[in-house]
């Protein structure tokens, strides 16, 4: 069992910048691909990055590409998602998740753990 918590949300102006922390459980941390992920009340949870256990791979939603940067520290078990040029359109819940698999994934359904999500208000 792997027990993630997300920190770093709040309420920044358009334009702004946040990082996100999510922290793990467990030691072995380093075997799993983590995501992100983001949902808004009544749609579907949205794929935000994903990064492989060894962090060299890494995906984005085109909607986040070149403003976002997902990054882990295997070492302290630790996965960040640093967010630039913020939009009001990034407003949502963002969780953090894990796979008993080293490779990533953009799937939400393939993903075995989550956090309880933060909350991410960027207003205009």
């Known amino acids: 069992q792997v027990q993630l918590v997300e920190s770093g949300g709040g309420l920044v102006q358009a334009g702004g910048s946040l990082r996100l922390s999510c922290a793990a459980s467990?030691?072995?941390?380093?075997?799993?691909?983590m995501g992100w992920f983001r949902q808004v009340p009544g749609k579907q949870r949205e794929f935000v990055a994903t990064?492989?256990?060894?962090?060299?791979?890494?995906y984005y939603a085109d909607s986040v590409k070149g403003r976002f940067t997902i990054s882990r520290d295997n070492a302290n078990n630790t996965m960040y998602l640093q967010m630039n040029s913020l939009k009001p359109e990034d407003t949502a819940v963002y969780y953090c998740?894990?796979?008993?698999?080293?490779?990533?994934?953009?799937?939400?359904?393939?993903?075995?753990?989550w956090g309880q999500g933060t909350q991410v208000t960027v207003s205009s």
């Open positions: 467990r030691r072995t941390f380093s075997n799993y691909g």
């Open positions: 998740a894990a796979r008993e698999a080293s490779a990533c994934s953009m799937e939400y359904t393939e993903y075995d753990y």
């Open positions: 990064i492989c256990w060894s962090g060299s791979s890494t």
